[in-house]
C-alpha cells in the first residue's frame, strides 16, 4: 500500500501502527473495529479512484464533498429525531451528530471531472487521476 | 438512555437461531433506533444499500422480521485499497408485544433507512388501570 487513512484528528501519530498498515492486507475480513462516521471504502486502479461511503438518510444536497490535490473530504451531518412530548427511545444505535472525513487519495485528482452519485443511502465519488499526474513511459533511443 | 457512539461499526449478524442461509453472504445487524410515540412505536434502521423493493418484512406471530438485500457490485478492475465496510445483506429480528397492531404496521424505505410504524392497538391505547384509595386518609397498615 503506498498511502494510508490520513490520521484521524486528535489521535495521537504513532509510527508502529502505521507500520502494522503497512503489513495489513486490506480484505473483508480485517475490518476496523470502529471507524469515524461515515464508513468508506476507497478502490483503485491506475487511473481512477471510486470512494463509496455508507450515509444512510443524509439528504445528498447537504453533503459537501472537496477535492484538493490528492485529499477527497466529505462534510456532512444527521441529527436525530426531535421528540416532542411524551415520545421516548427504546433504542438509540444510529449515528448521529456531524462529521467531517478527510481521504488522502494516492495520486492527484482531476478535480474539474469528479463525479459523485447518491443512491440507496450510499454515495459513490468517481474520481480521474490527473492528467499529469499520470504515469510517463519513456522510450529510449538506442544511437 | 444510552448516548450514540462516536464511532461506528457495521455490525457481523450473530449465528441466527433459523440457521444458516443456503446463499452464502454476509449479514449484517442493522443499527436501530426505536421510538415509542403516543400512538405508535417506530423503528427507524439504518440499511444502507436497500430499497423498498429489496426489503422483506415479515411477522410471525410475535416475530418481527426485517431482511433488506444489498447487490455486492464490487468493482472488479479495481483494488480495494481502504476498506471500512462490508457489504452484505441486513437481518434483525424483534419480539413484538400485543400492544402492537399488526394490520397497520406500515413501512418505508427512503435513502437507505427504513422506516416501521407500528400503531399501537387501541385496547392499548385507551387502557388506564384505575386505582382505588381504599379508606381515605387512612394510614396503611402493615400486617
Known sequence: MLWSEMERLGRVFDPWRQ???LNRPVRWATLPASVDFPPTNVWVTEDNAVVTTEVPGIDPNALEITV?????????????????E???Y??????????TKTLELPFTVESDKVEARFAKGVLSIFL?????DKPRKISVKSE | ????????????AETLETGERTRACRIYTPQVDIIERKDDIVVIADMPGVDETSTDITLEKNVLTIYGRVDTNELKDHKLSLSEYGIGDYQRVFTLSDEVDRD??????KNGVLWLVMPKATAVKT???PIQAEGVGGVMKLS
Open chain 1, 68 to 84: 484538493v490535490k490528492n485529499s477527497l473530504t466529505l462534510r456532512g451531518s444527521r441529527m436525530a429525531e426531535e421528540l416532542k
Open chain 1, 128 to 132: 480521474p487521476r490527473a492528467e499529469a
Open chain 1, 19 to 21: 507500520l502494522e498498515g
Open chain 2, 104 to 109: 397497520k404496521i406500515q413501512a418505508t424505505v
Open chain 1, 90 to 99: 427504546h433504542r438509540r444505535e444510529r449515528w448521529k451528530g456531524q462529521f
Open chain 2, 1 to 12: 438512555m444510552t448516548d450514540t457512539p462516536r464511532d461506528m461499526q457495521k455490525k457481523a
Open chain 2, 127 to 129: 387502557r388506564k388501570i
Open chain 1, 86 to 88: 411524551g415520545e421516548a
